[in-house]
């Protein structure tokens, strides 16, 4: 099983980047997904998880409304738009592949993480 997350970069304040994540190896579309981040210095966080079907998504309460998750079954690829982003989106973000075809928060559920891909918004 392999998960190649790109997109990241360096945006200022109130910009966007949207995060893609290629699977490959694992039966795409049974599977929920997650995006999380992890700062300098914090410990891993939970940003926004996405059902098999893409019909129920979660989010981090500081992401809501700015960042929206989606996939496409067919090209085995989750996403993760970001729009208005602040420093405090500043993390490596990861994507992460779940047993089990529910959308979930908790990181223990995942068996399968990418390499991450970093983000950085600058002020």
């Known amino acids: 099983v392999q998960l190649q997350a790109f997109g990241g970069g360096l945006v200022q304040a109130g910009g966007s980047l949207r995060l893609s994540c290629a699977a490959s190896?694992?039966?795409?579309?049974?599977?929920?997904m997650g995006w999380f981040r992890q700062a300098p210095g914090k410990g891993r966080e939970f940003v926004a998880a996405?059902?098999?079907?893409?019909?129920?998504?979660y989010y981090k309460d500081s992401v809501k409304g700015r960042f929206t998750i989606s996939r496409d079954n067919a090209k085995n690829t989750v996403y993760l738009q970001m729009d208005s982003l602040k420093p405090e989106d500043t993390a490596v973000y990861y994507c992460?592949?779940?047993?089990?075809?529910?959308?979930?928060?908790?990181?223990?559920?995942?068996?399968?993480w990418g390499q991450g891909t970093q983000v950085t918004v600058s002020s």
């Open positions: 992460a592949g779940k047993q089990g075809a529910s959308a979930s928060s908790w990181s223990q559920y995942y068996h399968y």
């Open positions: 190896g694992l039966a795409f579309s049974r599977n929920g």
């Open positions: 996405i059902s098999w079907s893409g019909g129920i998504a």
